[in-house]
Each structure stands twice: as structure tokens, then as C-alpha cells.
């Protein structure tokens, strides 16, 4: 047995139990303070949006108009690109990298929390040149994946601006 006597396991007892009373915990989003949020998206895509306010709703934060008091989010920007990260042996395209950028800005009743800030995500996925609807379809899904990774990232910056 590895513990052989009550002394050890006494020991790794305290240990495990000075871990847990020094505040270690993983990483997770609380922005339970928050219920309201004004959203203003003019330069980004419908389904970015949409991603957005879906994980919003998730953490209970419903989206409304601009009012005093409330958080306001904006969207300032949202750029997709797209490159070839390798080949197959007649030059045609193997592997894409997928890579969408979203510019935000937070502000509470006029000054700004986060004046201008870009939140990346970057995939990388493969191409079948047999079958170019499956290589579509599969671009599609991987950018509804970003958008909700983009929108995690978001709460994030949310949670770490908001006072309090």
C-alpha cells in the first residue's frame, strides 16, 4: 500500500486541505452581477450577433436598449480571413486556417472600460477536393464554433471590466 501508516495520509490530508482553503479553484466565467447588457452590432455579421446573445441569455444577461446604469457592448468590427496552410502534391489547397477577429468596446454610462479591443480565433480544418460540399458545410460549422468561442471570449472581457 502506499500509505503505509496514518501519519502520511494525516500529512496528505493537511496538504490537499491547505490547497483547497488558499482560494484554488479553476478558471470559470461569473458575471452574475450583471442582467442587463445593451448590445450595438451595426459592423458585424447577423450570426456573430446571434452567438453573442445566445451566451449572454445562457448566463441569464438579457439584452436591451441603451439606458443609464446599463452595460453597453459594442461591436465595432468583424473580419474573417481565410489561407492555405498546406497542400497536397498538386498544389491544390489541403488545409485551411480560418481566422475571425472581432473589435469590441465596453463602456458603463459613458466612460470607457475597454476602449477598443480584438478578440481572435483561429481554426484550422481540412479540405476534400471529391467532395467540396462537405468542405463547405465543414467551413460552416467551424465558423459557427468561432463565433461561440468569439462570444466566450467576450463574457471574459465582460467579467474582468465590469466594477465590482
Do not use: H
Request: with cysteine; charged share 20%; hydrophobic share 50%.
Amino acid at each position: 500500500m502506499w500509505f503505509p501508516d496514518s501519519t502520511q495520509r494525516l500529512f496528505v490530508f493537511f496538504i490537499l486541505l491547505g490547497l483547497a482553503g488558499c482560494g484554488f479553484q479553476l478558471r470559470g466565467s461569473n458575471i452574475s452581477s450583471l442582467q442587463t447588457v445593451s448590445l450595438f452590432a451595426s459592423e458585424v455579421s447577423p450570426a456573430s450577433r446571434r452567438a453573442i446573445v445566445k451566451e449572454l441569455s445562457s448566463y441569464s444577461v438579457i439584452v436591451v436598449p441603451a439606458a443609464p446604469g446599463v452595460l453597453a457592448v459594442r461591436l465595432l468590427d468583424e473580419r474573417s480571413m481565410r489561407r492555405s496552410v498546406a497542400t497536397t502534391r498538386t498544389i491544390d489547397a489541403a488545409e485551411y486556417e480560418l481566422r475571425l477577429e472581432l473589435d469590441v468596446s465596453i463602456a458603463l454610462d459613458g466612460v470607457l472600460l475597454l476602449e477598443t479591443g480584438t478578440l481572435i480565433e483561429e481554426r484550422v480544418y481540412s479540405v476534400d477536393k471529391v467532395n467540396l460540399s462537405a468542405s463547405v458545410e465543414e467551413q460552416t460549422i467551424v465558423l459557427a464554433e468561432m463565433r461561440s468561442a468569439l462570444a466566450r471570449k467576450l463574457i471574459r472581457q465582460i467579467e474582468a471590466v465590469i466594477p465590482g
